[in-house]
């Protein structure tokens, strides 16, 4: 219990995001203290940690021989894993000091062999310098690497130590509360520790009277009447303001819920936790507390807001009376019928607090020790038994009225597994003597519950915010696609991955809280997997944690300044220039590839890749080359053509054959876009246009040729028809002067003559939509002058006699 109320204010801030400064956490000194200066040489640094070091195995001699006063094992363990850790970061800054003296010692070269002419004194004394300074540099590398592996030695000691101490209290056995021997032990004791415990409050009523002394007592009041103020509206007001500011500013949506759901349990902390703490200053106002009842005040504090965050969060995710507002997938009837047991559960953990701190402080002895905590266990697993049963029994209640309660999922079975063990264990541990493991599963039933509760909670508001701020139908997704160009679809993707890293690391938090009680938070946690990735190596490369997320934000960061400056290229700098759009494509993707491989070489540097390993890289690339990746290379390398000599551009009209025909959309460093005139786009590789006849429509600003053949019969005037195809060619506004139109007689047969209309347009895309005007305007034209455009057909009505015979009539015509 006093591990985790110590821990308590760095929990809300990992898992709500706000400290719980209520009370002040006691800083030792060892663990604490900063072991170098800024300006510290290696030499000083070195003999600060091997003086930390000493330190810390005196002191653990002290703790085996169980000498009073000693520091505990769990501020020994991280004193020595500071020192680990500061040694190996040492002895890897100095590495590349090393790598510049062998440097520099090898541009000067061997030493002359004997018998040599001697070198310059310059060169002699330089060398002779150099060498001392790689000597010194190679000592202070070895010390160390030296200090590391004691350290890590010492922090294994320590480790097994208290592993071997926490299982003896674990494992450590009384009477059974069933035997008259257990009883008969607490009959014994019981006078001195009512004794004590009477000490104890003769102590707090002399403190309470100097409290309400007239210089204390205004203050005393003051504090009284705050805290009952907070006490009966904090909570309220706070909940209706943010009500206020949620509906004022947030979108409507999940978000609301799960803020709302983190506001109540939040308010209900900070309301309960702040009331104790104006209670603790309104009696220490003129510090009429000693050292230990104050200690013992600061610890109630966190006892209070330790219950507070437990009773807030459950009646937040339980939300009784609004069904609405509830994240946990319960009925109704169940969240009814639970609603008190989260405040009992808190009051529970209230008890258990106060209880150990007043056991320490009166120095109880071990059966009135053993019994309140089988008492307290016992009370704790009682209450989560109630709980689980009164979850059964709705479960029930629910299939019997013929509604379908939800799926659980899978971590809610487990858990209740969990508890029903731990319940089960705290029952057969009291009566059968194991006292301290009954204590252990109680508290560690109430602290994991606790941190369950905080990991769904944060993990329903870290979707819910990033689905809100990503989304690409909300405000802040417009912004985002209009400010980095990003499609809809990338920014619901970003915010999938997001979410998903934010969980990852919410539970990796979790976990580390969950493994507080066994002496391993956060810190600890961290630093083992820090250490467990820093042996990592691939080659010659290390891999650490540090320089990989490094590397990683140097790539991101890259990859955004890039895009950011291919836009303001594309839509800023190069539309004032008179380069045409395909060149402004050309060169806004050529810059895409050259920036692309500077920021992958940064990448690479930022993760202390050597241009040897980049060459082993290369020479391995050039053997799949070899194998497999030809097509791909000469696609990539007839990309790069196409940029730069620049055949063909981006919007050029181009045919391939008769099935491929459209207008470049996007030039790629593998294959080119085509669009064709059905809307419909090809694929085709780079190689294709380099290495195939490619007709290019458009290619150096082409004219277009509007040709049309035009049949007339044989007795039109063709003077005049070509004077009127002329005056419809001329007329059109999109004809060019240069070359003129002309009008020619293509053709003459035995019954028409073809005339072949030529005209010149700016462009071969305008043919089209010219010849069809041109076309209407020649009709129009022709028929208001009377000229046919065909023949009328001649028809022979023969009359047949009555021999069958023809008897010739007179022709007629039919038009």
Known sequence: MPTLLRRLPVFPAILLTLTLAFGATPVRALADADTTTPSATPAQTLQQLSDQLDTAKAALKDAQNGKAGSTPLADLRTSAMQVQDQARQLADSLAPQMTALQAQLTVLGPPPAKGAPPEAPEVAAQRRQLDKAQASLN????????????????????????????????????????GHAFWAEQARSLPNDLARFQRLAA??????????????????????????????GGRWTLQRLWQFVAARWLPDGHLRRSAMAAVMALSTTLVIGLAAQLVHLGINWNDTLDTDLDAMAASAVRAFTFAALMAGLGSALLSAQRSSWRLLPLSDFAAQRLRRYPWLLGGAALLLGLTERVIRSIGSSLPA?????????????????????????????????????????????????AAALGVALCWLAVFTGFIALAFFAAWQMLWVGLVAACLYLLMQLVRDLFEVLLS???????????????APGT?????????????????????????APFDAGPTELAQRTLQLFSGLKLGQLNIEPGTVLGAVAVFVL??????????WLRDQLLPTTALDPGMRESIVTLLGYLGGVLVFALALAALNVSLQSIAWIASALSVGIGFGL????????????????RPVRVGDWVSLSSEVEGDIRRINVRATEIQLWDRSTVIV????????????????????????LLPMPLDTDADRARQLMLEALKAHASTLNTPPPVVRLDNINASSMTFSITSYVRSPRDVGAVKSDILFDILARLRAAQLPLSTPQSMVVRTLGPLGEDSPAAPSQAG
């Open 630 to 645: 030809q097509a791909i290379v000469q696609n990539f390398i007839s990309g790069l053509i196409l940029l730069m000599e």
């Open 139 to 178: 000592a202070q590398i070895v010390q160390a690497k030296s200090l590391n592996l004691d350290a890590l030695q010492l922090v294994a000691q320590i480790t097994g130590l208290r592993n071997d101490q926490f299982q003896a209290r674990l494992a450590a056995r009384t009477d059974t509360p069933l």
């Open 203 to 232: 102590r707090w009523s002399e403190a309470w009277g100097d409290a309400w002394q007239p210089p204390n007592r205004q203050p005393l009041l003051l504090c009284l009447a705050a805290a009952m103020l907070l006490l009966a």
């Open 685 to 708: 590789p780079n190689s294709q246009l380099i290495t195939q006849n490619v007709r290019n429509v458009t290619h150096a600003s082409a004219q277009g040729r509007v040709r049309i």
């Open 491 to 515: 920014l619901e993707q970003a915010g999938t991955v997001l979410t998903g890293v934010a969980r990852v690391l919410l539970a990796l938090a979790a976990l580390a809280l969950v493994l």
């Open 369 to 417: 020790t053993v019994l309140l905590h089988a008492l307290l266990a016992l009370l704790v697993s009682a209450l989560v038994a109630k709980v689980l049963l009164r979850l059964r029994h709705a479960r029930r209640e629910a299939n019997a009225a013929g509604d379908t309660p939800a799926r659980r999922p899978l971590w809610v079975g487990l858990l209740s597994f």
């Open 558 to 567: 890259g990859l955004v300044a890039l895009r950011m400056l291919k836009r």
């Open 472 to 486: 690409p139908h909300g405000r802040s997704g417009k912004h985002l696609q209009a400010g980095f160009d990003l």
